[in-house]
């Protein structure tokens, strides 16, 4: 640390209680106030070199005071009696630990080379450009001290000035990360000023900004935990212009740490502006996020705590228009032995969708395939929660396109979640909510267990059997003209056994493992015995039942149909797929 000594007298101040004077042969003629301190003084040292004394005690005054008040003086008592010493030539020590009040003082007493060549002023002037400003760790003390006088501190530049010093030493070493520590120390108006240099001069990377972005905010912002202590408006403030300052460029920052400064916005009810920004920046990296990301807190005027969908939903629109690219179907990934085997229709929508339009590249596609898997990992979380709105997670399903899901397991998952969590939803809900899952793009272990669950609408249940029943039929050969790769396809995600006469219960029964709340044996008779039950509750449903055959000859081919002509009544559909199940048997 630099210092600067003025003088060359001894001090010969001293202290009688409240009282500070000087030793002198020469009796006191001035007596001045400052805070509690009352100083006992000589007029010609002080007047010599000070204006404002000289203004106040002027021999035109009508009425001269016996004594000054210098109560608002800048530093107080303190940098008062340093400015006295000067004058009596008294010496003196500054630094950079008390430049910033003595400066200020000496303006406030009019110490300046107008009055006296060689004054305080200019000699504190000279001291700060030849040394304070050639020094990092004096350059940042003294800006700390700027606090204490903002309005007189930018008056004399100082506090730009350091800002300046502060911005030019960072710039001077691009690649290097020593400074993020020390401007973490900052308020966040200096902190901010000089960001915005540094950014502005387009040297540093976004990577290296964005890292010291976190580590301010880190410092600065309170804990976004459960608990909201300690919260106010100096952090919603500092929030906002923590987002202004995040760089531009994708990857300069963590799509976890977007999300956890959106967390914090949504705490401190930060501006919608800076709410959005945070969204869309997150949207751009949704792929890197995890589902803990993705829970955030929203609050109700009735201090109630929900899920913010909608931001999430607001996040995968962004991500969904980085790549802005006629939609289309990935390419079919060849399944090993141990992982789960995929229906047949799920197969067959990788080949239909490749007509429509230009495919995604790899890169994005692995993307669209990651964020689809997160979405729907968040859906089944949040489906837990008793006050999660039908509404908000038809809308998220419905955010990520069907393409970039390979299955629909997981949605099935979610939708079984969430009606276990909400056993009074009605029954128009739960039919729109079921409208998110494709029955053809369900394994084999989602449609045994959604075959046995009463929670599902009728429609549901009818279409999974349905479509596990044209499995079967063609796994036994009654549509020999599909190709036989297809065909071995079928035959191997229908679980069925060499011979393809009957389904392999056991096996189902080992793979069921993640549904282990469905009871009763997993096979055709079980399934069908439960359809019986539902048909028979829900017989004279003509809505429901036009809404079935409807439903399942829009959503299959024309081979299917011909194969399997869907009847008009829930009776005649029982018939049906008890006799197509009982001739697969008999003929082999």
Request: hydrophobic letters at 40%; glycine letters at 4%; proline letters at 4%.
């Amino acid at each position: 640390m630099k210092f600067m000594k003025l003088g060359s007298r001894p001090d010969t101040f001293f202290a009688n209680e409240s009282i500070r004077s000087i030793s002198s042969e020469v009796s006191t003629d001035i007596k001045i106030q400052v805070q509690d301190s009352l100083y006992h003084l000589h007029k010609f040292p002080l007047l010599s070199k000070c204006g404002l004394l000289q203004t106040l005690c002027s021999k035109d005054s009508p009425n001269p005071p016996t004594t000054i008040y210098l109560s608002d003086i800048p530093g107080g008592a303190d940098a008062f009696e340093l400015c006295a010493k000067f004058c009596y030539s008294i010496t003196i020590t500054v630094s950079p630990l008390n430049f910033v009040p003595l400066r200020c003082a000496a303006e406030f007493l009019l110490m300046t080379n107008a009055v006296d060549r060689g004054n305080l002023a200019e000699k504190l002037e000279s001291f700060f450009k030849s040394c304070i400003l050639q020094r990092w760790k004096d350059t940042l003390l003294t800006l700390q001290s700027t606090r204490q006088f903002p309005p007189l501190c930018e008056d004399l530049k100082i506090t730009s000035r350091c800002i300046d010093a502060l911005a030019a030493i960072v710039l001077a070493h691009p690649s290097k990360q020593w400074w993020i520590k020390d401007l973490a120390e900052l308020s966040i108006d200096h902190y901010w000023r000089i960001m915005l240099a540094v950014k502005s001069a387009g040297v540093l990377s976004g990577k290296i900004v964005g890292e010291a972005i976190k580590v301010y905010a880190s410092r600065w912002l309170p804990n976004m935990g459960d608990s909201l202590h300690d919260v106010n408006l100096k952090h919603q403030l500092l929030l906002e212009k923590i987002v202004i300052l995040l760089p531009i460029e994708k990857g300069s920052v963590s799509c976890s740490f977007l999300l956890k400064l959106l967390k914090a916005a949504n705490i401190l009810n930060a501006s919608s502006a800076s709410k959005l920004d945070l969204a869309r920046r997150a949207g751009v990296q949704l792929e890197e996020a995890n589902v803990n990301d993705l829970l955030i807190a929203s609050f109700t005027d009735r201090d109630e705590i929900l899920y913010d969908v909608d931001v999430v939903i607001t996040i995968v629109e962004e991500f969904m228009l980085q790549g802005r690219s006629p939609p289309t179907s990935p390419l079919r990934k060849k399944t090993s032995g141990g992982e789960r085997r995929r229906s047949r229709s799920a197969e067959n929508v990788d080949f239909e969708g490749q007509d429509n339009g230009r495919r995604l590249s790899s890169a994005s596609h692995s993307s669209m395939l990651r964020v689809a898997k997160l979405i729907d990992l968040y859906l089944l979380e949040i489906a837990r929660d008793e006050k999660l709105l039908v509404e908000k997670v038809i809308a998220l399903a419905k955010a990520v396109p069907d393409f970039a899901r390979m299955d629909h397991d997981d949605l099935y998952r979610v939708i079984d979640t969430f009606l276990k969590a909400h056993p009074q939803l009605e029954k128009k809900e739960r039919k729109k909510l079921c409208k998110i899952i494709d029955c053809k793009k369900l394994s084999m272990e989602a449609c045994v267990h959604a075959a046995q669950n009463e929670m599902l609408p009728l429609r549901v249940v009818v279409q999974v059997l349905f479509f596990e029943q044209a499995r079967a039929a063609m796994a036994g050969g009654h549509v020999t003209e599909l190709p036989s790769n297809i065909k071995a396809l079928l035959t191997k995600a229908a679980g069925f056994n060499e011979k393809g006469m009957t389904m392999n219960c056991t096996s189902l029964e080992a793979k069921d493992s993640e549904w282990s709340s469905a009871s009763g044996p997993k096979c055709q008779m079980t399934k069908v015995a439960t359809l019986k039950m539902k048909l028979e509750e829900d017989d004279n449903d003509m809505e429901e039942q036009v809404m079935v055959r409807d439903g399942l000859m829009r959503s299959t081919s024309s081979r299917f149909r011909a194969l399997c002509p869907i009847p008009s009544r829930p009776k005649r559909i029982l018939s049906k797929i008890w006799t197509m199940n009982r001739s697969v048997s008999e003929r082999h």
